[in-house]
């Protein structure tokens, strides 16, 4: 009980720091018509799994409902806040979407992620609406598979919980980059080398993104950890963890 | 490990403020602490011919976006609070009167 009031700083520092955002998505009009299309019909498969998914689990377990509530949030705040970097002095944002995978499932995390990404390109002059799609594939798909199957892999190889989480949360957020640099490169490339300029992008991104994707990282194991010691019945219905927690 | 990790993440960040602020005395003409959408996407979509257009509902007027950041903040923040409550503490409580 009291240890739970510790998290409510962070949650204030999230509130009281709000600022305009800087981040990786892909503004309007960077990408052309063809490659819009081709990325919303690329997502749109796994947005309609997601809905599928929420419904069913929300019937089987109405405990998961505020689940969607925490890390849906989550995923809209985290995707348009600046973290500033000093080594690159610049700001650039993390993804959430390792996190919200392991705990809500990757499809539904496309949800969330489509969802948020919908709402700041509506209201935040942020993302687009006709790169939605791509962002969508990038931010949704690309990070939350990725992050969840790195998961996967960190309990196989039995890491603990906590490097687990990290390894989710490093790889959704250099995914997520590397998905933007990759949807960039293929519409814009033009007589350059495909691979030359995909790699450009993505080697401008890490300045921002190594030590980011270190926070994203440490802060997704960090909240596994927290949940396994408050909630760990969340964690076993979710089957993160067997009946003896890690 | 986790310590380490915390102190190496806090070195990272202190330890090259200061060559940042001598790479901003240096480009005072630049904006401080511009986006990744400014240095990456946009540079990059502006050298391969397509730069970014205004959004189709133009919020990035005056002091009219920092609002709107502003309530998207407190609205999520709220959100994620209401829902943490319901589940790391009335939840536990329930739970622990069960068990």
Request: glycine residues 12%; aromatic residues 12%; positive net charge.
């Amino acid at each position: 009980m009291k240890n739970s009031w510790k998290i409510f700083p962070w949650f204030a520092l999230l509130v009281l720091i709000p600022a305009t955002a800087r981040a990786m998505h892909i503004s309007e009009g960077i990408l052309p018509a063809s490659w819009c299309v081709l990325w919303f019909a690329l997502s749109a498969p796994f947005v309609a799994w997601g809905v599928w998914q929420i419904t069913r689990r929300k019937q089987v377990d109405p405990s998961y409902i505020p689940l969607i509530g925490i890390f849906g949030a989550a995923v809209f705040v985290f995707s348009c806040f600046p973290i500033p970097v000093p080594v690159a002095g610049s700001t650039a944002h993390p993804a959430g979407t390792g996190m919200s995978a392991i705990f809500l499932g990757p499809a539904a995390s496309v949800v969330v992620a489509f969802i948020s990404l919908l709402l700041q390109a509506l209201f935040l002059a942020h993302g687009g609406l006709t790169t939605l799609g791509g962002n969508t594939f990038s931010m949704g798909v690309m990070g939350s598979f990725s992050g969840f199957g790195a998961f996967l892999l960190g309990r196989m190889l039995k890491l603990n919980l906590f490097w687990c989480g990290f390894l989710a949360g490093v790889t959704a957020d250099l995914v997520t980059y590397f998905g933007t640099s990759l949807e960039m490169s293929l519409a814009l490339h033009g007589t350059q080398p495909f691979l030359s300029v995909l790699g450009q992008i993505f080697l401008a991104f890490m300045p921002t993104q190594i030590p980011l994707c270190l926070v994203e990282g440490a802060v997704t194991g960090g909240i596994l950890v927290y949940v396994r010691k408050h909630r760990p019945d969340i964690l076993r219905k979710l089957r993160v963890i067997g009946e003896v927690s890690q | 490990m986790k310590q380490v990790l915390v102190v190496l993440s806090m070195l990272l960040f202190l330890g090259t403020a200061a060559v940042a602020a001598e790479q901003g005395k240096q480009e005072e003409q630049q904006p401080k602490w511009p986006g990744v959408d400014e240095t990456v996407v946009g540079k990059y979509a502006k050298e391969l011919g397509r730069p970014p257009r205004d959004p189709y509902i133009n919020t990035d007027q005056g002091d009219m976006l920092l609002f709107l950041f502003a309530l998207a903040g407190t609205g999520g923040g709220f959100v994620m609070g209401y829902y943490w409550h319901k589940i790391f503490v009335a939840g536990k409580k329930d739970q622990d009167r069960e068990g």
